[in-house]
């Protein structure tokens, strides 16, 4: 399977009427699939989640990573598809190694997690934060490469281009290479998507990688990224107060706005070969990721 196709076909086509400059004419107009994904654990719903059809063993074994229900490949006994008489394109089951121990009841949420949240159903902040390591990754980025990468991204986001309707998520190394591609109606599914295939790929932790992400960083999306160890979370838009909030406490370095050749940085500037001082900020001498 490859990191970087979709893998399947994720368009759909609907008639539209077009209207410009005072006219108007029927067409196809190209459309993004989405459908739920019912994810279970040993044969129990855990999850339903709005996707794009496509990685969808990646996708259950990313959202259990980050569950922290699994911490390896070898976790994993099997994953099957439905049963009889079930959707076997919307239903994946894991069943774990026999030596892995969970607390189902603990885990199952019943709740409807819509395409832009994962979060959905979830009452506090203490209920989501997991007690994931604390990322110390020495890795160091160069300011221009890290500028670089929504374009190398963008290039390979066939299915957005033809419809536009889609979230994507990117692995790098260290040297800007791309490792894997997601796209997904949903930023979060996208992301765990690609920690599904590091893990099946047995690159965890990928403390010498930067993530980034297609739309805004919010807090689940760092969340998901420090249970993969990535020291670097980049996205082309803005990020919101909790996930800078939590991108610092966790120690990794959260970039926003990279796009026209620009971004900022708002948590351990460090790791950015050529950026300012990372020890203090130009605004009242704030720290920048110092705790």
Not at 27 to 37: C, G, H, I, R, Y
Not at 137 to 157: E, K, N
Not at 171 to 176: E, M, P, Q, W, Y
Not at 184 to 211: I, M, Q, S, Y
């Amino acid at each position: 399977m490859s990191n970087l196709t979709a893998g399947t076909d994720i368009r759909a086509a609907a008639p539209v009427w077009n209207w410009r400059d005072g006219s108007g004419e029927w067409n196809l107009d190209e459309l993004v699939v989405e459908e739920p994904l019912d994810i279970r654990v040993q044969g129990r719903p855990i999850s339903v989640t709005m996707r794009t059809p496509g990685h969808d063993e990646e996708l259950a074994l990313g959202f259990l990573l980050t569950e922290k229900v699994i911490s390896s490949a070898a976790d994993v006994q099997h994953l099957a598809a439905a049963k009889s008489g079930e959707s076997a394109d919307n239903v994946i089951d894991v069943q774990l190694a026999p030596a892995v121990a969970v607390d189902l009841g603990r885990l199952t949420r019943h709740v409807f997690a819509s395409s832009s949240c994962g979060l959905c159903g979830k009452t506090t902040i203490d209920s989501v934060v997991q007690n994931f390591p604390v990322v110390t990754s020495a890795v160091r980025f160069a300011a221009d490469l890290i500028a670089s990468l929504p374009d190398r991204m963008r290039a390979l986001q066939v299915t957005f281009g033809r419809t536009g309707g889609l979230h994507a998520a990117a692995l790098f190394d260290a040297a800007g290479n791309l490792l894997v591609l997601r796209e997904d109606v949903g930023r979060h599914n996208a992301v765990d998507k690609v920690l599904g295939r590091a893990l099946l790929n047995g690159w965890l932790p990928l403390d010498r990688h930067v993530l980034l992400v297609s739309g805004r960083s919010s807090f689940e999306i760092i969340q998901k990224s420090v249970a993969g160890g990535v020291p670097i979370v980049a996205a082309v838009s803005a990020p919101s107060s909790l996930a800078v909030d939590f991108a610092t406490r966790s120690g990794q370095t959260l970039v926003g706005f990279v796009r026209d050749n620009r971004f900022n940085v708002y948590s351990h500037a460090e790791r950015i070969a050529t950026g300012p001082d990372p020890r203090v900020s130009r605004i009242a001498g704030t720290p920048i990721g110092v705790s």
